[in-house]
């Protein structure tokens, strides 16, 4: 009997040691899982590339210190959440979900987050709750990146346009029957820019074609600030001969930058300015014989698909009609990003029909919604052609296109 008495006692403090260890075990084991949920959970934000890390909503509850400007993506419209625990193919990443793990059910909640001012990191972070007999725990990772390059910090809104912008010729509006008048390519009347921006640019530019060595290049024109903040106008004064232009039309592109992030965003003035030669005086005023012209301009497909980052889901075919060009002059088509305008080259083989493709591999983040591609030829300034080709240049504007969906 006593034996048996001290045999029972050694064994219930054996089971309670062993009940003790098994309870240990199962708490280490909950916490490890938990783990593994938070790696996975951060491991599938990290396959994503920087473009494509962003939400589409905030994670529930408050976010943590350093994470409470979500980085959101630009197009939201028909989301395709990603989670680790139920895998999906879509690009964006569910900011809370639920994985239940051995009679645990963890809940997550992730956070994608600038990493500073100027935008050009992003922070990520995983938190893991759960519930066990112990009581509440939680487990936390976090990693961080820097932008590739200055083309993916789409973050922070560039600077932009509060109001339109304007190209007076002799104080009234350009026109067909205002025309910039040029005699042997210097301007004989005076041309002011206006323009009103926001979102503090620390530069405001005017872009527009010129004669340099004979051929037509891109120039600018820097605008200064009035007293009055926000209002930037440039005077090119009559008799300046700063430029040398070639008769024809153009768009007026204005360009603000920011220098503090590099955030640069453009807007073509709404009216075509024509551009007349005066020979031999400012008062008489011609047309260039076969000047050229710019037909019509198509962009297909019309209703461009992008991801939730923006970028395109397949290339976008420009292709312009021209006439009284050959292959060796110009014509370039411009068009807005989030990251400010950019321009590309058509090609043709005869003059007449020029081609170019906007591949989806360049990585030009487009915002959703509706926006045109500007078109602007120019001919190389030949005197000695038959017939004589004098540096005229030409402007057209495709139909609005739409930007917007999802990738099908």
Sequence with gaps: MVALAISTIVFVALAGTLGAALRVAGLQKTRTQGNEVATQAIEDLQRLDYDHLGVCAPSP??????????VYLVNCSSPTYAQPCAPTTGQVPATSYSCPRLAITYQVRRYVAWGDGAHTSKRLA??????????????????????????????????????ATSVLV????????????????????????????????DNVFVSFLTLSGGSPVAATLELTQSATPGVWSAILPAGSSQFSFGAGTQYITFIAVRSADGKVNSQPNAQLVTLVDCQPGPTNCAARPSPPSVGSVTVTPSSPHIDPAG??????????????????????????????????????????TWTAVIPASAGYHFAAGS????????????????????????????SPLTFGGACP
Excluded: K, M
């Excluded at 009609?321 to 043709?348: E, I």
């Excluded at 602007?376 to 004589?388: I, V």
């Design 311 to 352: 970028l395109l889901c397949g290339n976008l075919t420009v292709t312009a009609t021209a006439s009284n060009l050959t292959a060796s002059d110009s014509v370039t088509a411009s068009f807005q990003t989030l990251t400010g305008p950019y321009t590309v080259a058509l090609a043709s083989t005869n003059g007449t």
């Design 371 to 398: 926006q045109p591609i500007y078109v602007t030829a120019a001919q190389a300034y030949t005197p000695t052609a038959s017939p004589a080709e004098y540096g005229s240049t030409a402007a057209a504007v495709s």
């Design 126 to 163: 995983v938190l893991v709750d759960w519930t066990d007999q112990a009581g509440a725990h939680q487990v936390t990772q976090q990693s961080s990146l820097r932008s590739p390059d200055q083309g993916s910090v789409i973050g922070l809104p560039p600077p932009s346009f509060s109001g």
């Design 170 to 201: 002799d104080g009234s509006a350009a026109s067909a029957s205002n025309p910039v008048r040029l005699v042997a390519g210097v301007v004989q009347s005076q041309v002011t820019f206006n323009a009103p921006t926001t979102g503090i640019p």
């Design 61 to 70: 509850g408050t976010a943590p210190a350093g994470l409470s400007d979500p």
